[in-house]
């Protein structure tokens, strides 16, 4: 329970002010108010605990009890009842949990306990500590987060495991992906907008991919790397009436494999993060089988941060809701739970 209990303190200082923020980024600490989850305001910690274990004594589980009442808490919510289940039963709230629940809904449960700074790190080290390299996780959490989020990530990673994030990150990937992977890590993009290098950036872009015979994608790797999402935003228009091409299809023709699925979520990110999200959504419902994993990671991460907006943009790009995919696409507590996380239907 060092994990849990490392991850609490870490997370309650955050909530105490104690990392400073600047408003324009969604930190770990600071609920946006673009999130479908919400704190409830009749809260009352003790009585939650009790209702949850009410849900899981005696023969049977109250499923239903239990993800009606922790879906309509905040994150911060839940650490609050999870001290208070231990005070007043002696007992670990997620360890009654696993014991009593099972399969993709005890996931999902678990996940929607543990801190949004947690879930972050404990993903990248099981993507990076399992059999073979998750490279979706890697690419999806880097290219999404705020320079103060991975900042917060390496500083946690390194706390919990003794290791080194990039260390650890390097020795799993290699080439231009691995390159790029680290300079993300750096949190260290420019600040704002540089009008006089908008028009030469685009100019070095197109001189590294469409004029050129070949691709120099290092020039990719430290342009989307680098610089700030303002930025790139005009970048891109001026690259557009440059070359004819959006930055995306440039990087289709010019890049394969990992390092192209890497620059285009940065691309993605870069002009929204809530969209990006949509399309990862999406495509983890789409054709035969779900990937649940990130289902269940994208819901649960961005339960209180941008599902709205995220909402928004499923509808905008696709022929349905994302509340009627998740309906299709899942079945008993754990669609009960995505459902009642998506917060509504846009049809």
């Not at 700074?117 to 073979?132: C, E």
């Not at 890697?138 to 990039?166: F, G, K």
């Amino acid at each position: 329970m060092r994990f849990q209990t490392c991850f609490l303190f870490m997370y309650m200082l955050f909530l105490a002010g104690n990392h400073c923020s600047s408003p324009l980024t969604d930190s770990y600490h600071t609920m946006a108010n673009r999130g479908t989850v919400r704190p409830s305001g009749n809260f009352n910690a003790s009585a939650d605990a009790e209702v949850l274990h009410k849900a899981m004594e005696g023969l049977g589980t109250d499923e239903e009890a239990i993800l009606e009442l922790l879906v309509a808490r905040s994150n911060a919510q839940r650490q609050e009842i999870k001290s208070a289940y231990k005070t007043l039963f002696g007992k670990d709230l997620i360890d009654n949990l696993k014991s009593e629940l099972g399969g993709k809904f005890e996931t999902l449960i678990v996940a929607l306990m543990t801190p949004p700074l947690a879930y972050d790190v404990t993903s990248l080290r099981n993507a990076i500590k399992g059999a073979g390299t998750d490279e979706k996780v890697l690419v999806e959490i880097l290219s999404s987060r705020t320079c103060q989020q991975v900042s917060e990530i390496v500083a946690a990673y390194r706390q919990e495991y003794d290791d080194d994030l990039e260390e650890d990150i390097s020795g799993d990937t290699s080439g231009h992906f691995k390159r790029l992977l680290v300079i993300l890590l750096q949190a260290n993009k420019q600040k704002g907008i540089q009008h006089e290098h908008v028009q030469s950036d685009a100019q070095v872009l197109f001189k590294a991919g469409e004029e050129k015979l070949g691709t120099d994608e290092e020039t990719f790797i430290h342009l989307l790397g680098n610089r700030s999402a303002e930025h790139l935003r005009l970048v891109f228009a001026e690259y557009m009436k440059l070359s004819g091409y959006e930055m995306e299809e440039t990087i289709k023709r010019e890049t394969s494999g990992s390092l192209r699925y890497l620059l285009l979520a940065v691309v993605k990110c870069t002009r929204s993060v809530p969209a990006y999200f949509a399309e990862t959504l999406y495509y983890a419902m789409k054709g035969a089988g779900t990937d649940d994993n990130t289902l269940i990671r994208v819901m649960v991460s961005r339960s209180e941060v941008d599902m709205l907006d995220i909402r928004k943009e499923f509808r905008r790009m696709f022929a349905c809701s994302l509340h009627s995919m998740i309906k299709g696409d899942t079945g008993g507590d754990y669609r009960k739970a995505l459902l009642l996380i998506c917060g509504g239907d846009d049809a």
